[in-house]
């Protein structure tokens, strides 16, 4: 596959919005299923109060950084965002020809090293009809999906608010992909895939000098980005607990009944967190029987996937 290819596939994976350059995590070995980890947009209606539950802390001078820190029954984990390379950056390489392509390599050595894992989740979070048939399920039709599981008894307004856009299905769907890239790749791989997006989307999340527009947007503001961030995170956590619970690796045939026990686990996990109740994934369903085998065609036949049209 042609080289430039690659360059926009970093471009057009923007499924989760935001993330975090690195992560610090006390107690990570420990970390269980704690109630009041995972956050949604919804429950917010401020920065200010926001930073109640999160600690959000500035490093300025000629690298700045924000450092996000948020503490659940003793497990802590810190979102840090640097500057570095960016969509943007990739996309003005790109202009730039065979020159910026090697300049590329020097800049995002890691872009380069891993673009073959890079086009493993361009395919896995974007629909393929042509390619893996129809109702081909990408990453953010398991978070629809997982919404749709919910058994709506008793609700308040509040809980229809969360059913919006900006609640369940968005912390699904930032929390179960980066679970599902922690666990089939790494914890550093699902970091690099969401941050050059996020450094050129908002930089202002680096500095934290935001308009007051910015500030009041809670849907697509500096609220709903460092949510985003946070819930990154406990998404990681959650990926290496399942990866370590089902031995799973790059080999590892991800059979209907591993992926429904994983999805199930998924959903039990935010049972816990947002008390609310779940059906649960069977392995004839069809939305398992298709991920799963998208994933094990993905994970095994990424070299002929990448000269398809359509891709």
């Given at each position: 596959?042609?080289?430039?290819?690659?360059?926009?596939?970093?471009?057009?994976?923007?499924?989760?919005?935001?993330s975090?350059?690195?992560?610090?995590?006390?107690?990570?070995?420990?970390?269980?299923?704690?109630?009041?980890?995972?956050?949604l947009?919804t429950?917010?209606?401020?920065?200010?109060?926001?930073?109640?539950?999160?600690?959000?802390d500035?490093?300025?001078g000629?690298?700045?950084?924000?450092?996000?820190?948020?503490?659940?029954?003793?497990?802590?984990?810190t979102?840090?965002?640097?500057?570095?390379?960016?969509?943007?950056?990739?996309?003005?390489?790109?202009?730039?020809?065979?020159?910026?392509?090697?300049g590329?390599?020097?800049?995002?050595?890691?872009?380069?090293a891993?673009?073959?894992?890079?086009?493993?989740?361009?395919?896995?979070?974007?629909?393929r009809?042509?390619?893996f048939?129809?109702?081909?399920?990408?990453?953010?039709?398991?978070?629809?999906?997982?919404?749709?599981?919910?058994?709506?008894?008793?609700?308040?307004?509040?809980?229809?608010?969360?059913?919006?856009?900006?609640?369940?299905?968005?912390?699904?769907?930032?929390?179960?992909?980066?679970a599902?890239?922690?666990?089939?790749?790494?914890?550093?791989?699902?970091?690099?895939m969401?941050?050059?997006?996020e450094?050129s989307?908002?930089?202002?999340l680096?500095?934290?000098?935001?308009?007051?527009?910015?500030?009041?947007?809670?849907?697509?503001?500096?609220?709903?980005?460092?949510?985003?961030?946070?819930?990154?995170?406990?998404?990681?956590?959650?990926?290496?607990?399942?990866?370590?619970?089902?031995?799973?690796?790059r080999?590892?045939?991800?059979?209907?009944?591993l992926l429904?026990n994983?999805?199930?686990?998924?959903?039990n996990?935010?049972?816990e967190?947002?008390?609310?109740?779940?059906?649960?994934?069977?392995?004839?369903?069809?939305?398992?029987?298709?991920f799963?085998?998208?994933?094990?065609?993905v994970?095994?036949?990424?070299v002929s996937?990448?000269?398809m049209?359509?891709?």
């Amino acid at each position: 596959m042609n080289q430039s290819f690659f360059i926009l596939i970093i471009l057009l994976v923007v499924y989760s919005g935001c993330s975090q350059t690195s992560s610090q995590k006390e107690g990570a070995d420990d970390f269980q299923m704690a109630e009041k980890v995972a956050l949604l947009t919804t429950r917010f209606s401020s920065l200010e109060e926001l930073k109640e539950v999160i600690q959000i802390d500035y490093k300025k001078g000629k690298r700045p950084a924000v450092y996000l820190t948020h503490n659940s029954n003793g497990v802590e984990v810190t979102s840090v965002l640097k500057a570095g390379i960016s969509e943007a950056d990739i996309m003005e390489i790109r202009r730039g020809g065979i020159w910026g392509k090697i300049g590329l390599c020097f800049r995002s050595p890691y872009f380069v090293a891993n673009r073959w894992d890079i086009m493993r989740v361009f395919i896995l979070s974007r629909r393929r009809h042509n390619i893996f048939g129809w109702k081909d399920i990408a990453f953010y039709d398991i978070a629809e999906i997982m919404m749709n599981h919910i058994i709506e008894v008793g609700l308040t307004p509040q809980d229809s608010l969360d059913f919006s856009e900006k609640g369940y299905i968005n912390t699904f769907n930032h929390v179960g992909s980066q679970a599902l890239m922690t666990t089939m790749f790494s914890e550093k791989f699902a970091d690099f895939m969401s941050d050059t997006h996020e450094r050129s989307t908002l930089p202002e999340l680096i500095t934290g000098d935001f308009t007051e527009k910015q500030k009041n947007d809670i849907k697509n503001g500096a609220v709903d980005n460092y949510i985003d961030f946070i819930n990154n995170e406990w998404g990681q956590e959650l990926g290496k607990m399942l990866k370590k619970k089902y031995k799973i690796n790059r080999q590892t045939n991800w059979t209907p009944e591993l992926l429904c026990n994983y999805l199930n686990d998924t959903q039990n996990y935010y049972s816990e967190v947002l008390q609310i109740a779940f059906k649960p994934f069977n392995p004839e369903d069809e939305v398992v029987m298709k991920f799963s085998a998208k994933i094990n065609r993905v994970m095994n036949d990424i070299v002929s996937l990448s000269k398809m049209k359509g891709i």
